[in-house]
Nanobody
């Protein structure tokens, strides 16, 4: 069992920045790849970024590449999402997810075993 708790969402103007955090706890957290997804009202949940607890590889959706950065702090098993140059279309609930034994993290929600409760990000124009 893995527990994921997100924080850091809020209201920001277009062009601004936010940093989200996902604190992971539970059994064998290091066996999971970690990802951020987002879901806007009336839309499907979509992949944003992912990483593993080992190695330097990161994966991004094309829509956020160059603006968002995913990173990790292994000691505290926390994953971050630094979001810069935010746009109104980035407005969504952002959710942290964990996928067991992923060599390459999946990009669809069904690939993931555990989810956080989400944190709201609202970007005003």
């Amino acid at each position: 069992q893995v527990q994921l708790v997100e924080s850091g969402g809020g209201l920001v103007q277009a062009g601004g920045s936010l940093r989200l955090s996902c604190a992971a706890s539970g059994h064998a957290v290091s066996n999971y790849a970690m990802a951020w997804f987002r879901q806007a009202p009336g839309k499907e949940r979509e992949f944003v970024a992912a990483l593993r607890w080992t190695g330097e590889n990161t994966w991004y959706a094309d829509s956020v590449k160059g603006r968002f950065t995913i990173s990790r702090e292994n000691v505290n098993t926390t994953v971050f999402l630094q979001m810069n140059s935010l746009k109104p279309e980035d407005t969504a609930v952002y959710l942290c997810a964990a996928q067991l034994w992923a060599v390459v993290p999946g990009r669809i929600p069904g690939d993931y075993n555990y989810w956080g409760q989400g944190t709201q990000v609202t970007v005003s124009s």
